[in-house]
């Protein structure tokens, strides 16, 4: 199969949305004349034309207003926020509007959106370009949250995200979209609300996010070398969660280890913690542990910064821990 | 205007004032939970509005929107269902007072909070004029989105209203300028002294209308729409009326003087006494005529009370329905 970017992916799941479904259209800032700041919407202007393929000015509120307003009359919006810390700037569209709308309407309006934007850290952007909020979006109810770790799972994610009913907060992390994977040719979907065994073992259970994924696989890699066989699962959507998959690891293994680039606090390792005590509490053999980021605002320089947030060391010491090994 | 439509109009004003009166007794009486914003003494704004608006239109409301939804056609039944929080309701009993919607009619719901419906509309107005770029030869659809003086403050204005000046949306900023934002008077805290000239900063035409004044709402709302229409732009378009109650029923208006609300509502400035005059005086109407209508919209509103009192509050498992589409 060939090997693509991660940054392809996303470019030919807006591609193909958008040849398919003429309602399908993307806008947000940059995201026409320029291609996007990561380059995801280039080539989509000169096809689809300035009204599919809007450039916005710098107005997240905005953008994200007129995505909701657009989704509740038929269309199917690909609001494009450029860092997901910037929607804070729009948070009234989503969290009161857009994940609203639905419900409150008593089940007849629908807000078939998308807002995708990236997150992450790790590369020198300092406290305002590096966030991981994904948490924010899961704790609104009526939004559904998205993070894919691989090229793959980010074209069939994207893609089922498009054709979904509800808003969709699809989050990409910036230091993948140089990552290669295999994409098949033909057209595939991957739905929402699946989780992927990324790697099979009998050890430990090892719940990973988006780059924490490959964080993850790595640290299997070496945990291999003392013996040790972790399994690795990649929820792939935060919201709604697929808790049968990880639980259903735990009862092999006995122990797990959550791993997410969020803040440790009122994070999304607690929440799987909570649900997996909860539902496999006797299955267990070791407390569950976290490994998450510090609960600061991420920092400039390289050595704190790689300090503040989750290394491949801090999974595999974790594992140890679950396993009694040290 | 025809005699049909002005008959139409007077009898939607005085149903709007005749359900927020008994809206009124409601709360009063603690059959509503949670708090009403009602709509007395701004009935010319949205009637004359949507009286220049097709059905296919659409209009976002607000958190004062009862008036707003009567005046494009909704059922007075599935709202007072709704206000008793029924099954019956327009949303089943999950809105309630500041949550109306009724898609089918073009209504993209009431909104609770101040400027909530800016954004959306705007994107309404968006997928109108892309839908007229789809299906070459319709008619495009127009977008009104009410809101007041004090959301003319909330930032999504300045965002929205630049987008729509530069992309020529088919929608109509329709700004009631009732002179109270929630439990102020919204003059100091307006740095100019003419709201639309707001609409300046985005290079938006601008108009002032008197908003207490049917007619004149009407015609100005049609000029505005056939513009957006045609493809050439928004308007910004301040509909100058005044708030008769309070922010919320309760509130104790300790921030105005009562002989202010006494003028305001004197049939020489009431909007419905005013456009009754006009029926007599140019549309042949006699007085016994327009208490016939009033008798009619009065019936509507005690149907609506009793269809709410006789339907059934949800079931507990309604709670988990319509998380999702």
């Known amino acids: ?326 | 205007m025809d005699k049909g439509l002005a008959e139409q109009a007077y009898r939607r004003m005085y149903a709007i004032r005749a359900f927020e009166e008994k809206v009124e007794q409601l709360f009063a009486a603690g059959e509503l939970p949670g708090f009403v914003h009602l709509y007395m003494g701004e009935e010319a704004c949205a009637v004359g509005v949507c009286s220049a608006l097709k059905e296919g239109d659409y209009i976002t409301s607000t958190h004062r929107g009862h008036g707003h939804c009567l005046a494009k056609g909704g059922d007075p039944r599935r709202m007072m269902a709704e206000l008793l929080g029924k099954t019956t309701g327009y949303c089943k009993g999950k809105g309630g007072s500041m949550h109306i919607a009724d898609l089918d009619l073009g209504i993209l719901g009431a909104n609770g909070i101040v400027g909530g419906g800016i954004g959306l509309a705007t994107g309404a107005a968006y997928s109108a004029d892309l839908h007229a770029d789809l299906e070459p030869g319709i008619r495009r659809k127009v977008v009104v989105c009410f809101f007041g003086d004090g959301a003319s403050n909330q930032g999504i204005l300045a965002e929205v209203g630049n987008m729509a000046v530069l992309w020529r949306l088919p929608i109509i900023y329709l700004c009631e300028e009732n002179q109270y934002a929630e439990f102020s008077p919204s003059k100091p805290f307006i740095a100019v002294d003419r709201l639309e000239l707001k609409a300046q900063a985005f290079g938006m035409r601008a108009v002032t209308v008197d908003g207490n004044d049917l007619l004149a709402v009407l015609e100005t709302t049609r000029l505005a729409v056939e513009l957006a229409r045609d493809g050439q732009g928004p308007t910004f378009l301040v509909a100058k009326t005044y708030r008769i109650e309070g922010h919320t029923v309760g509130d104790p208006l300790t921030y105005r003087p009562k002989e202010e609300t006494a003028a305001w509502k004197s049939p020489e400035r009431d909007p419905i006494s005013r456009f009754g005059r006009r029926l007599m005086a140019e549309f042949g109407f006699v007085e016994r005529d327009l208490e016939e209508l009033r008798q009619r919209a009065r019936a509507a509103i005690e149907d609506a009370l009793q269809f709410a009192v006789d339907s059934p509050e949800p079931e507990v498992t309604a709670l988990w329905e319509d998380v999702y589409a």
């Open chain 1, 1 to 326: 199969m060939r090997e693509i970017q991660y940054r392809d992916a996303l470019n030919e799941a807006l591609n193909e949305e958008m040849a398919r479904d003429p309602r399908v259209f993307v806008l947000g800032e940059d995201v026409g004349r320029y291609g996007g700041v990561l380059q995801i919407t280039r080539g989509l202007l000169d096809k689809y034309g300035e009204k599919r393929v809007r450039d916005t000015p710098i107005s997240e509120a905005g953008i994200m207003g007129v995505a909701v307003g657009a989704a509740m009359t038929g269309m199917r919006p690909v609001a494009e926020i450029m860092y997901i810390d910037f929607s804070a700037l729009a948070m009234d569209q989503i969290a009161n509007q857009a994940a609203k709308a639905h419900y409150m309407f008593g089940g007849k309006a629908r807000v078939p959106l998308v807002m995708r934007t990236q997150g992450g850290g790790g590369r020198g952007n300092a406290a305002q370009h590096s966030q991981s909020l994904e948490m924010w979006f899961v704790h609104v109810p009526g939004l559904i949250v998205v993070q894919p770790s691989t090229p793959y799972d980010a074209k069939g994610l994207l893609k089922s995200a498009i054709r979904d009913d509800n808003p969709v907060i699809f989050i990409e992390h910036k230091l993948l979209y140089s990552t290669t994977g295999p994409v098949p040719e033909e057209e595939y979907l991957i739905p929402i609300g699946v989780a992927d065994v990324k790697r099979e073992g009998k050890d430990v259970t090892i719940v990973a996010t988006s780059r924490m994924v490959l964080f993850a696989l790595a640290a299997a890699d070496t945990l291999r070398q003392r013996g040790i066989e972790a399994e690795v699962i990649d929820p792939r959507t935060l919201k709604p969660l697929d808790l049968e998959t990880i639980v259903t690891s735990v009862q092999k293994t006995g122990r797990l280890v959550v791993v997410n680039e969020g803040a440790l606090t009122g994070g999304f390792t607690a929440e799987v913690a909570a649900r997996v005590q909860r539902a496999a509490f006797d299955w267990l053999d070791a407390p569950i542990l976290q490994v998450a980021s510090e609960d600061v605002p991420l920092p400039y320089s390289g050595v704190l910064e790689l300090e503040a947030i989750p290394s491949e060391q801090d999974i595999v010491n974790a594992a140890l821990e679950a396993l009694y090994w040290n």
